[in-house]
């Protein structure tokens, strides 16, 4: 059993689904379970939503919803034969009418509740695409809700996971779809309260629901699809002699995600050790290339300099301009 995770970059349009779609139909073992996050930067668009309704600029917050659901159509139109776009598009509707129901009318509800019922919608519809088109593919899968599985308590945008509950719900649901050959699709990001409310695991969380289900599941191995070679001992983006690092053991891995590398979340490391799961991080623009490989090594390895850049960083560097603080009686014997 294996675990794949897609992030929004991977996904974020027509042609990206598709190569998404390749990778799985020629590189996949049949019995994974594949976990997405939303299309592109629908979360944040997701996230302006919620902050208009709050605010009670209600046309505004349509008019936002109306382009996520317009994007989210048309890409149905290019990829799916019209027969699956027309179905798609209508189950698609039914997920987003759900929010327009609820920005209709002004709600009491606290910020958090609200913001956890409407962003998570771009995860359920993004896996919602994704499985139509695989199943276009003629790959025997299914699509399958998180919330139904990774069971949270109800601290709205960063719940806990009920790891007993949520690996017997996993165990009972997945296991034996898995083991008898079928894909599975589900969503990254999301659970849900035992009262069934929807709750989301905190920004750029889908790589941990991911983590969630390979130890729930004990899997084989798992994979997170990224548009980098794999984990590298600079950001790519801002220093171009950055190097791959081809292994990587838990340790390191969680030291470099603590202070601040964004390649994996940091919560992903720790169910992956506990498990010895091994963990890839492999690009989904170049799909053979090995990537990364993150478990317990055995040897010690040496690395070149790990650079992070945080940006949330200031540094303040104070002097002072005469010497009055330094007081008599506090250097008096
Ligand atoms: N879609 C969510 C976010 O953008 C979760 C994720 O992608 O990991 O934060």
Request: proline letters at 4%; one cysteine or more; aromatic letters at 8%.
């Amino acid at each position: 059993m294996y675990i794949h995770k897609f992030g929004g970059a991977s996904i974020k349009d027509a042609e990206r689904i598709e190569n998404v779609a390749k990778i799985i139909k020629e590189n996949l073992d049949k019995s994974c379970l594949i976990v997405v996050s939303a299309m592109g930067k629908t979360t944040n668009a997701m996230e302006q939503i919620v902050q208009l309704y709050v605010d009670n600029k209600t046309a505004q917050a349509f008019e936002v919803l109306g382009a996520i659901k317009r994007s989210h159509y048309e890409v149905c139109d290019k990829i799916l034969s019209p027969e699956l776009s027309s179905h798609i598009k209508t189950e698609l509707n039914d997920i987003f009418v759900e929010i327009e129901w609820m920005i209709e009318v002004p709600s009491e509800d606290p910020y958090n509740y609200i913001y956890d019922q409407i962003v998570s919608v771009g995860e359920l519809a993004s896996s919602r695409i994704l499985q139509a088109v695989i199943h276009q593919l003629g790959i025997d899968s299914e699509w399958i809700d998180a919330r139904g599985l990774i069971k949270t308590d109800n601290k709205h945008r960063n719940a806990s996971v009920d790891w007993e509950q949520s690996k017997n719900l996993i165990q009972k649901e997945c296991k034996p779809k898995l083991e008898a050959g079928k894909m599975l699709v589900t969503q990254g990001f999301i659970g849900c309260t035992s009262e069934n409310f929807t709750t989301t695991l905190g920004r750029e969380g889908s790589d941990f629901s991911a983590a969630i289900f390979a130890s729930c599941l004990s899997a084989n191995s798992m994979t997170v699809w990224k548009d980098v070679p794999g984990v590298m001992n600079a950001d790519p983006a801002i220093n171009e002699q950055a190097q791959l690092l081809s292994k990587l053991s838990y340790s390191e891995a969680l030291a470099m995600t603590y202070y601040g590398a964004k390649v994996i979340h940091p919560k992903t490391i720790k169910p992956m050790q506990v498990d010895g799961i091994p963990l890839f991080v492999k690009s989904f623009l170049v799909p053979k290339d090995p990537g990364t490989e993150i478990s317990s090594l055995e040897q010690e390895q040496s690395y070149p300099p790990i650079i992070i850049v945080d940006d949330n960083n200031i540094f303040l560097e104070m002097s002072s301009k005469d010497n009055t603080f330094v007081r008599e009686a506090k250097l008096a014997v």
